[in-house]
């Protein structure tokens, strides 16, 4: 019941107000980056002590990277981490209606 009313209030809020709407997506951007670099970390079968020492920093550094209030997150950093995942990671750029370019990172 209160997850359906939170949803209520979240449709209601992004539909009057575009900063609610981008405050809401920036927050979903950093769950999904901290969701990738759990589950890359996850899926190789390593901890976050055993990933932090293949990619060069501390497990402080990989946890804060797996918060989801975090934003200080770099595309170095995320490229270290899936290297050393065994991982491949693109970068997408698009824009409506007809660009869209990929690139690998690695």
Not at 7 to 21: F, H, I, L, Q
Not at 59 to 72: F, H, K, M, N, T
């Amino acid at each position: 019941m209160r997850q359906d009313m939170n949803a209520d209030y979240t449709r209601e809020r992004t539909k009057k107000s575009a900063r609610y709407r981008r405050a809401f997506a920036s927050h979903v951007r950093r769950i999904d980056l901290a969701i990738l670099v759990l589950e890359m970390r996850e899926q190789a079968g390593l901890s976050q002590e055993e990933l932090a020492e293949r990619v060069g920093t501390t497990q402080s550094v990989i946890a804060r990277l797996e918060d989801a209030e975090y934003s200080g997150q770099s595309l170095r950093m995320l490229e270290r981490i899936a290297a050393a995942c065994g991982v491949g990671l693109k970068l997408r750029a698009e824009k409506q209606p007809a660009w869209d370019r990929e690139v690998v990172l690695v």
